[in-house]
């Protein structure tokens, strides 16, 4: 016998060679040999099996491995109920009986094949090892185990080297698979599936047709260590990717917008077709008021005769104050837009532009993106209204003191052109890793939207045809309320569009 390199017992070898005693057969076969009746003198020995024949068509066939072993099946344990055992003191008591004249005696052992081993404890008479069934045995056991391989015909045989190598390809690859694909929880439970029926299979091979198949290498190796692998790489790539998109959409889009993207299985954010609703909004009058205020902080300078620090300082005070009153503004803008479930693509210069339908699908963004543009003039006006208290309370202040510090001047109402047009665009992200990321929409469409803006002047929303009709199709009583205005010709479309202005001042109630 042979035992590999973990010193497990798992093969044998068929036969020696002895000089004098010529070919010594393993005691399990020689035992077959007589039961069967086969003819060991006439073995025919070939480089993968040994053949055995005996009376009439009783042939059996050892399958031999590379190294010209066979495997043991070591299914029959000492202690199997299958097995008749006794000890070898009585066998001499029923000898002796034998010899006093008792013919007539029962043997549990009559008509039997019975092999003599040790079972014992004592260093002396030891002999135990391991199996791949048991961690320790008896391994007299491995001489009726062949027997009962040849006997039955059922020899071990292990699949093939590439058989072998297949299996592990075969499950690592499914593992894999489903890891990468399924989320996180059905993808532990359809590999733990995968798994178990991957050994369940190995098993009845292994029982029903004597197929020894690896379990440890594909399934613990290749299947479950693949998934953990894969899983705790995938839970690295995910949080750096929630990272990612949080950081280019936690300003962009309303927090419940980020959360719903955050659980999205594929985000398709390196460009791609959408039906989207674009709107442009332009503060009117911030140009004049930058003018205004600018000229006004040079006449007081001069006037008061301002010169120095103090100068710069004054001059600082106006610019940083209009930079504010724009801020401001644009601010109520984006606070709506974001509040309607919109995306907050850009600032250009004083204008906002912002888009519905991406990232998350919607589709009712044409209605959400009106109602954000008529909310975003209510907003302004409401603004105008606060700004011009602010200033009567400046001018009060400016009557009724004689300060010497600088006051400045009143602040200015301002205005919002609105410009809205629907259809299909790219949307994506624009720019580079080493730079920055702009979460963007371009084409035709946005072109559109943009003139559109143009041409509204001060204080109105102007929606193209297509706008209008989504909201025919998802708000029926606001697009009632749209005017439909002569069609226009803007730069860079060669067709007149068809526009319509969308009222948003607030009814007075009744009474």
Known sequence: TDRDVDGVLRRARPYRDDPQLGRVWHLGLCLAAVGLGLDLDRAEVEPRQIVLRGPGDVRRSIPLDNDGLFYIDWSLAWNDRRLVHATFEELLEFDQLRESGQTRLESAFQGRLAVIGSIGAGSNVSDVGATPLQKETYLVSQHWNVANSMITGRFLRPASAWGRLGLVI????????????????????????????????????????????????????????????????????????????????????????????LHQERLALGGTLRPVTVLFADIRGFTRLTDERQRAAEAYAREH?????A???????????????????????????KRHHGTLDKYIGDCVMAFWGAPVPNKHHAVDAVRAAIDSQRAIARLNTACAGESSSRANQAAGEASPHPTLSPLAALSLGTGINTGTVTVGLMGSASHTFNYTVFGREVNLASRLESVSGHGRIIISGATCAELRLWAPDLAARCLPLPAVVVKGISEPVEIHEVPWREEPEAG
């Open 170 to 261: 075969l499950v690592g690859a499914v593992s894999a698979v489903l890891t990468w694909r399924m989320r996180a929880r059905l993808a532990s439970g359809l590999v733990g599936i995968v798994l178990i029926a991957y050994v369940a299979c190995g098993v009845w091979l292994f029982v029903r047709l004597s197929l020894w198949i690896p379990l440890v290498v594909p399934a613990g190796v290749a299947g479950f260590m693949t998934h953990v692998g894969l899983m705790t790489w995938r839970a690295v790539f995910e949080q750096s990717e929630r990272r990612r998109v949080k950081s280019i959409f936690a300003r962009i889009v309303a927090p419940e917008i980020v959360t719903e993207l």
């Open 305 to 309: 005769g301002l010169t120095g620090a």
């Open 311 to 337: 100068a710069e300082a004054w001059f600082e005070q106006n610019a940083r104050e209009t930079l504010e009153t724009v801020n401001r503004y644009l601010a109520a803008v984006a606070e709506t837009v």
